[in-house]
């Protein structure tokens, strides 16, 4: 069977800090933050690193609990066709929506792996602000 997935897009985790986070990845690490992450308020609760090579970190602000999981939030999958892959895993009896992101504008859809973990899948279409930073 042919892979519906293109690579890795993402890792997310959650931060305590989001400016701290970011210092760390921009200034130690040399990431390019690509994408911030503000609420109504225009409070920053979020940023999103490209790392090179279509890669990318995601962080949001939160509590990091002790449960098995830590910061850890979900990985995401990139992807050139949602549709069909949305298709395929209702064949499997899933259900999943695709959606737009409400600040990047990316295609997305999610579910949950067997062990519990979430995976979340992108597609990078022209609405997607993030399509300029794929190559």
Known sequence: MKSLVNHLSHACFTCTDVEATRHFYECVLGFKVVHEFNNDRDELYGIY???????????FKGSISDDR????????????????????????NRKVTVQRGRTDGTLQMWIRDPNGIMIEFHEYDSQSILSKFQK
């Open 49 to 59: 690193l490209a790392i090179g090579q279509n890669t990318f970190l995601e962080f």
């Open 69 to 92: 999981n830590g910061s850890f939030r979900h990985i995401c999958f990139a992807v050139s066709d949602i549709v069909s892959l949305k298709a395929e895993l209702e064949k499997l």
